[in-house]
């Protein structure tokens, strides 16, 4: 099991920009895909980016051409850069891990990272 702790988050205006990380206790290499979610209060905890191990990138609609999901092996970190942000991306951010194709993420999720975008 790989624990995973989120950083990065703050308050920003719109338009601006923010990169989030997450540690990851132990190798990712092996791990099937890394994803970024995002969840506001009383609804449901969204996907929004996954990196597979080979690099393969995918995004909801709402952050494609803002946000990049990236991978770095060696430091068993994966990041969200997340650019012209909008006030519907304020949200707690969470990352985790997607074991195959056709799997959730795990059940162990982090405690997650703060993100608002407001005047």
């Known amino acids: 099991q790989v624990h995973l702790v989120e950083s990065g988050g703050a308050l920003v205006q719109p338009g601006g920009s923010l990169t989030l990380s997450c540690a990851a206790s132990g190798s990712l290499l092996s791990i099937y895909a890394m994803a970024w979610y995002r969840q506001v209060p009383g609804k449901q905890r969204d996907l929004i980016a996954a990196?597979?191990?080979?690099?393969?990138?995918n995004y909801k609609d709402s952050v494609m051409g803002r946000f990049t999901i990236s991978r770095d092996d060696a430091k068993n970190t994966v990041y969200l850069q997340m650019n012209n942000l909008k006030p519907g991306d304020t949200a707690v951010y969470y990352c985790?891990?997607?074991?195959?194709?056709?799997?959730?993420?795990?059940?162990?999720w982090g405690p997650g990272t703060q993100v608002a975008v407001s005047l």
């Open positions: 985790n891990t997607i074991s195959n194709p056709t799997s959730g993420p795990s059940a162990h």
């Open positions: 990196i597979t191990s080979g690099g393969t990138t």
